[in-house]
């Protein structure tokens, strides 16, 4: 325990050198050895603080004098700390300085602490200060954004003043408990290009949060309620043009409707399929599933329309192709016939065609051959005996 | 029981059916035809959409399931690029496909390559055949290749490829009209294009005879893709053709109507009544447009209920676009923004027009809600976005509810496309609930029924519940938890919104939660704490651009959190970032250099360790504290450590000798 407080006692000692030494400069005393502003601070940072300035003092000479320096000295100490390095490189990827964006969260965290004690300079000054980082943050965003160093200065101030204009009517809402955020979306959206209008809700933000304490939580708004004494909108007297009793043309180009009701369909799609079965329905469609009800007859192609009898009852063919009705060829081919109609891989019409060739090849000739062949081997079976 | 009712019943129809069975004869009915999809609709209409697990085209790994809008859209795209290269690589190169032996042979599996224009046969055909298949571009280019090699091209042809020119301006069809591609046609943006002056479309109406149909296709696809030198050519054409006795189709006469003022559409439509032509639901869509051009309010509501009162007179019943119409246009515009509003004669004007809008929403709900609604324009499913943003502005819950089962209900056929327009929807509608309810039970319920699945989790919606929750008087640890949770994923834990979940957390009155809440809680906190720092020791050179150094009053946040949940080891190793110079200098800083611990939250630590007689715990408080506190505020405190807690004389020495150096 006694180590550790020794060692808390050591670093005690050098944190308080720094803080002491920390505290002369933040007094302004030592003006000699600072950097001019102009060195540390781009112009148009500055400029955006001489904008500031006017804005707030438009009149009071020595107060914006010294809202100036303030916020100068300000900006000197934090370029100092976080910005020397992305100043030198300017690439983009420095420009989006995180520890900007934290320490704008921290001058938000400290400006909503010191409500307890609320000085009103001090948490004018906190807002101030809020507002230049906010300008240099925005200023930031909008060059990441694509939009030039010249476009980009003179979006943020806008923005930022547009946003603290806006803030400031919200404020003002809020108290009055009028408070219409979807309102603002839908002007904001007429009035500003998408990216202007990313860099305005990033502004309004960082804005709301700076001016946390104001922002009041107020009740639900006042819901507008339907008027039953309002003028109808279905019971009103019609254009009078058409006459209900007349008959009238259907004198369109066909084609164009058609197209327009394909592509409201087609906008009606969503974003395909919700469940499983609407997929297989696309598939289905696509023809890239089997059709229900699943069978092995699915795309047969010319089969589709060959009846079974073709296949299996094959002996009616054999009479007409002068094959004897009965003796050793007539029991052959009922054997041919047999094994064909059981052949799923073979197309009628080739099954008749073996028949065919078979009736062929048993011509007379043959079949008097086979006769003669099948008496003289009966006749060697019954000598056998 | 029943199965014997059952067996019983069987029985007795067989019975009755043998004894009736001589008298009547019995007929199989044949069997219905169904088409290869009927089953299918049957079993998807009866199971619908999972209410429980993210959107079907997400349904994949869990970790993968984006809870975003961003997200969804990201993931969405990545899949439907994937599946078009996957396409282009076995349309291009189908021999490294080649084992392909399936019967029977699935042409949707072997997609192949357009017909090139430049490559193709130049006959009547060919261009058929690209007509037939909306290639625009492509059947221009055969078209001016076939005119340039002196290939004849019949009057009908040349009339199929000036109907295709017209209707999409000779350009490809655009992104909301591609069928197989939803990513593309949802987010894909198209310009918005004017006509194509001089183009494929000018050239074959000039060749083309000028028919009714042929002035009525031009005049169309002007006024579709108008702008003001359009327009004139249009009402130009139009007059020609009258005078030559000529008769446009309704098409052109729709075109015409949208794109003038109410009192010359009036006598567009005098004029085809006068010619006898029939008017279809577009017609009255474009009076509704052109009566949306009036600039007072009173013009435009009389317009408006003259149109829908003709609609209701002849029988063409208004389609969601037509309402559409006139719920975006009924309001002054001027009106809706809060600062135009700047006295109280536009506040009352404002009030009285919503109320209007208001009443007859009521009327069209009430309308559309018992009939079956299918989509009749492109625009349709706009109107349920429309609707709830008015019922937004009129903070009217009851209405945007009814609304909203509509919508849901099973006789509408009309959607809004899920990631985009019904996300919004749905985002408002809960937003609504939320400001207008006190009951946190009911908005737990909706949100944890809406979030993510049907609304992205994001900044607004999350501020807004953190809000209600610190504004009302009841805590609600299952609604907080799942907004931290949903707000993880989301990546706000960075951001102004992680510090409002750590301030949430620390208003958890923890003896309030049961044993299983209290874990949760332990959980979460471990969780946050540890992407937190996890977070901020991104100091490598590739990571950096994700880091988020921690920030003094974060570290004294999280400490009070760790100490909560009984870690408060952890919470002074995280406390002694702080008094670490290293830590926040130099490449490998993860502390931010700027900034003050929370001074709240470093009485709590103190009195904590105080209360644990925790000598070094106070004594490490006591110097962040000293950070910002001079000598007067230091006494107390220390004095308070010599009373509570067992301090040696050597200890008691330091300590003073501390507060005595420093400053008054």
Redesign the interface.
Known sequence: MLRNLCSVAVRLGSRRQQQLLSSTTSGGDDEGKRPKPKDVIDEDLLKAIDGVANNIHPQNGTEKKSLKNTLINRLVANEKASFDAASASASSEILDDQALIGLLADVAGDAKVERKIPPKSAQLRQEKRGLVLLRKEIFYQAVQSGFTTEEARVKSETIVNDAQQKLIEQRKALLNDVREKAEQEETEQTERSEKEQKLFATALEFMEKIYKDDIINSDARKPVLVDNDAVKLFQQRPLGVWKKNENYEDFSLGFWNKWDQRAAVIANGSFGPTNSFEEQIEWTSKGKQWEYPIDNEFKMGDEANVSFIDHVFLERHLPSLGIPKTGPIAHFMHLVCVGLSKNPYMTAAKKREHLKWFADYFNTEKQKLVHKLHEQEQIAAQNAL | MIGRIGLGRVIARNLSSTESGIAQKLTIQPAIE?S??E???A??ET????TTAP???YIDDPITIPSTQTAKKTY?MAKEFGKRAARELATEWPTLFAFDRDQ?R????RPQHLADPLQVDPTEKSLLSIIESREVQDACILYERMRSENVDVSEKVQLELF?LVA?YNSSNVPF????SW??M??FGENDHSVWNSGGVADLLFETLPKTD?TV??MI?GLCKFSDHSSMERARELYKEHRAAKG?I????FNGLIGSSSFSVA?KL??E??A??????V?TFNSLLTAATKAPKFEDR?KA????????????VEPALSSYYI?IKNLVD?KL?????RDNEEK?AAF?RQ???A???L???LN?ISTSKLT???????LFFAEAI?LL????????AAKLLSIYESKSN???????TI?SIFYN?YLQLVI??TASLNKIYDLYTSMVPRLVGVN?TLSSLIY?KI??SSDSHWPLLRRVIIDGITAGQIS??LG?EMRKKLSDVQLHALGTSEREQYTSLVQKLVAVWIEISQFTEEKMR?L???L???QISECALLLTRIGEQQKAYELLELL?D?NASIGEEATV?????A???AMAELFEDALRQKD??GA??CL?IM??TANRTKLEPLANRIFEKCNV?P??RR??E??VR???Q
């Open positions: 169904r290869p999809t089953l299918l609709n079993l998807s199971v619908g959409p999972d959107h079907f085209a969405f029977p699935l042409p949707a599996f109907r209707y909301a009209e591609w069928e939803a990513g046609r949802n149909e009525s296709i169309s008769k189709h309704r098409e052109a009036r439509i005098q085809m009544a010619q006898k032509i029939s008017p279809d577009f509501m408006y209920t003259e149109v829908i009162g003709e609609m209701k007179a002849i029988g006139i515009s809706l923004d809060n600062e135009k506040n009030k919503l109320t209007v208001v009443s007859w009521d009327e069209i309308r989509p009749v324009t492109s625009s349709c499913n943003g937004y502005r009129a903070s009217n819950e009851k209405l056929g009309v959607k809004m496309p899920s990631f019904e408002r400001e207008q900044n809000r610190s504004t951001g102004v510090e651009r880091q988020r150094k920030s003094p009053s008094l110079e931010h250099p700027k900034g003050h929370r001074p709240w000598t070094f004594a490490t110097q000293s950070l040696n050597e200890q330091i300590i000798g501390f150096l420093r400053p």
